[in-house]
């Protein structure tokens, strides 16, 4: 009997640890959305809040869900982010409401978008028929009305929008975190230490497998100067949240303007950039003989203000292994590179993580003040080189090895040799819905696949050490995943899509 019950037991700690990274909220389960499901009247709010649902259960059960920014529980029509969330607090009186909601709304509708545009079909099994993303759009606009009308309502609102953090509690607990974090924290340092190291160390003294090949941005963008991009951001005028108002055709300039220089070992094909794709066979692959650069923007808050960030993402087909049994080796590998800019458009901190969160690496800039950091053994400030200051009429250099594609050097001005490939930009949101080789059913129209499973993860890109790491809390470590799904600290917590992450370790201009 007592063996049975120990048995019992550990069948209960496996059960919980395999759906601990599956658990999701119900958003129609709570207040206001769940009084108005369960409406007897069919007013048009009842009628609404129906359609939102139909519009999920299609959505989920093709397996296309969305998993850029979550659906606010009670509130299924409106979606946040982490800026978002940050920015509740900045929403009292009626514009700055009205400008906060609205940015809600829009990430909501632009991800019901995507995600009908990836639906295989125009109708589920059962023939439920969807509406259009205009029809729900208007709905969206008579809830919102709806369920904010007064402050308690507000409130209720702010409340909700919460974005959770990626990683997962239950996790720690079944790994007794407290304790394993211990000699995570050591192998942390050892990999701090191996990065002072290879920056410490002569840039021709650098290892080489392969050959120098140079990747920079292609003709027909003119570079912006330093005073272009001062006269930009003085005439991107801040809504009534702070966040700056900027066109399309403006952070297109700015883009071109601190596009890096990418210097890459090529030892192997799985060392070239390239655009993801959908091929033939239906697999997802990185295509490098179209070397593409994805951009986004994103916003820091640094000493109350809102400053301005450029994301600059490249893909790799593959991390080939070093040795057998890798574990940090599998398919396709990304890097982000992510440049802060003060308020009259100087660089002031770039920061970089490869696409699965790993190896965050901060490069300020001189005279940037680093803040005091309490004493811990948590991830934090890691910078390996600070860079002199410099401007948008200086080029920056991204210098990267072969295989690991690890940032071995940051350089301004860096006047690379090797081979010249020119790439183009892309828009990160672009890998949300790709057109595939596929058909949908009924037509001869190409059917749309999202980069990313429903998870948030690149399928196909798992790697070894997740059943290692996994007391760590952070599902499926190791496999590159969508953006606002970075945790970046195996020990503590921290997010790279994270405001006010630049504004806790420096004071900028």
Not at 257 to 264: D, K, Y
Not at 424 to 441: G, I, Q, V
Request: proline share 7%; with cysteine.
């Amino acid at each position: 009997m007592r063996g049975g019950t120990r048995s019992q037991v550990l069948f209960a700690l496996i059960v919980l640890f395999a759906l601990a990274g599956c658990a999701s909220v119900n958003p129609y389960a709570e207040s206001p959305a769940s009084s108005r499901m369960s409406d007897a009247a069919d007013d048009v709010l009842a009628q609404c809040a129906r359609l939102f649902a139909r519009a999920d259960r299609l959505v989920d059960a093709a397996g296309v869900r969305d998993a850029q920014e979550p659906r606010l529980p009670g509130y299924p029509y409106l979606r946040a982010d982490r800026l978002g969330e940050a920015l509740a607090s900045r929403s009292d009186g009626d514009a700055a409401f009205a400008a906060w909601t609205a940015r809600l709304a829009a990430l909501d509708d632009a991800a019901r978008r995507i995600e009908l545009a990836n639906l295989s079909a125009p109708a589920a099994p059962s023939g439920e028929a969807l509406s259009d993303a205009d029809a729900l759009r208007d709905c969206r606009t008579r809830l919102l009305a709806a369920d904010t009308a007064g402050p308690a309502a507000r409130d209720a609102l702010r409340t909700a929008a919460r974005v959770p953090p990626d990683y997962i509690a239950a996790r720690r607990a079944l790994g007794l975190y407290p304790l394993t974090r211990l000699p995570f924290a050591r192998g942390v340092k050892n990999w701090q230490a191996q990065t002072r190291a290879m920056f410490a160390t002569s840039p021709d003294a650098l290892p080489v497998k392969g050959k120098p090949v140079h990747y920079r941005l292609g003709g027909g963008h003119r570079r912006p100067e330093a005073e272009d991009v001062r006269a930009i951001l003085a005439r991107s005028a801040p809504d009534a949240l702070g966040v700056p108002r900027i066109s399309r055709e403006d952070s297109d300039a700015l883009f071109t303007a601190f596009a890096p220089e990418i210097l890459v070992d090529e030892a192997s094909y799985d060392d070239r950039i390239g655009r993801v794709e959908y091929a033939a066979d239906g697999g997802l692959w990185v295509n490098f003989f179209r070397p593409t650069v994805y951009t986004r923007l994103s916003h820091a808050i640094v000493g109350g203000r809102l400053a301005l960030q450029l994301n600059y993402v490249f893909w790799f087909a593959a991390r080939p292994p070093e040795s057998p049994g890798d574990l940090l080796a599998g398919k396709f590998d990304a890097l982000i590179w992510r440049v802060t800019l003060d308020r009259t458009g100087m660089p002031t901190v770039y920061d970089t993580i490869h696409h699965c969160g790993c190896y965050h690496l901060f490069f300020p800039v001189s005279g940037i003040r680093v803040k005091p950091q309490p004493e811990t053994i948590d991830e934090g400030l890691f910078s390996p080189q600070s860079l002199v200051a410099h401007s948008a009429s200086d080029r920056i250099g991204i210098r990267l090895s072969a295989g690991a594609h690890y940032i071995e050097r940051v350089l301004v001005d860096p006047g690379f040799g090797g081979e010249i490939r020119p790439y183009a930009f892309a828009d990160d949101n672009d890998l949300r819905s790709l057109p595939s080789h596929e058909t949908a059913s009924g037509g001869d129209t190409p059917r749309r696949r999202s980069a990313f499973d429903s998870a948030g993860f690149v399928p196909g890109s798992e790697r070894g050490e997740r059943f290692l790491f996994w007391p760590m809390g952070i599902a499926n470590a190791g496999a590159m995943r969508q953006w606002g799904r970075h945790a970046t600290a195996f020990v503590g917590m921290r997010h790279f899509d994270d405001p006010n992450l630049i504004g806790n370790y420096f004071d900028l201009p």
